[in-house]
Structures are given as C-alpha cells and as structure tokens.
Nanobody, 126 residues
Framework: QVQLVESGGGLVQAGDSLRLSCAAS????????IGWFRQAPGKEREFVAA????????IYADSVKGRFTISRDNAKNTAYLQMNSLKPEDTAVYYC???????????????????WGQGTQVTVST
C-alpha cells in the first residue's frame, strides 16, 4: 500500500513558477517509479513526467520539456515537480502516482500506475 498526497498548487500568472510536492507513505519510496499526470477541464488525464526509483532516469511530455523538472528525495519520501514558465494551457489538476512494478518502458502510461494521490489544482491566468 502506498499513500500519496500532493501539495503546492495554486493560482499564478503566465510566466510564473510553482513547485508541486508529492508526499508518500507506506511502501519504501525508493522501490517504485513515480509519475506526474494532469487533467484539464473537459480533457482526459495526460502524462506529464516520470522519474525512476533510482532517480537516474526521467522522462517528460513534449509539452513540458524544458520547462518542468521532476525530482525526488527518497530520504524524505517526497517527489517534486518544478514548473517554470507556466502557460495558461498548463491549467489542470495535477496528480502524482506510484508504479510498484517500476517498468520504465511504460512510465508514461497511466495504466502502469497502481496508486494515485487526490490531486492539486494549478491555475495559470493570462
């Protein structure tokens, strides 16, 4: 069992930055990959970024590459999503998720993830 709690969302202006946190409890954090996903109003949930359990590997959606950075601190059981140069189209509920199988080849697939947080709202105004 893994429990995930996101925080750090809010209302910002275009061009601003935010850092989301994903606090994990239960199974040792270093044993699974973590992903961030988002869902905008009226749209399906989509992949944003993922980081391997070892922290060595990361992957990003093209829409956020170069602006967002995923990281994790296994000692603190926390993952982060640093979001810079935010755009109105980044507005969404952001979710972190845990992949207990840690199959890196499937890290961008929602179906790969076993546990999800409740989400945190990010709103970017023009």
């Amino acid at each position: 069992q893994v429990q995930l709690v996101e925080s750090g969302g809010g209302l910002v202006q275009a061009g601003d930055s935010l850092r989301l946190s994903c606090a994990a409890s239960g199974r040792t954090t270093s044993t699974y990959n973590i992903g961030w996903f988002r869902q905008a109003p009226g749209k399906e949930r989509e992949f944003v970024a993922a980081i391997s359990r070892s922290t060595i590997s990361t992957i990003y959606a093209d829409s956020v590459k170069g602006r967002f950075t995923i990281s994790r601190d296994n000692a603190k059981n926390t993952a982060y999503l640093q979001m810079n140069s935010l755009k109105p189209e980044d507005t969404a509920v952001y979710y972190c998720a845990a992949d207990l199988n840690s199959r890196w080849s499937r890290a961008s697939s929602q179906a790969e993830y076993d546990y999800w947080g409740q989400g945190t709202q990010v709103t970017v105004s023009t």
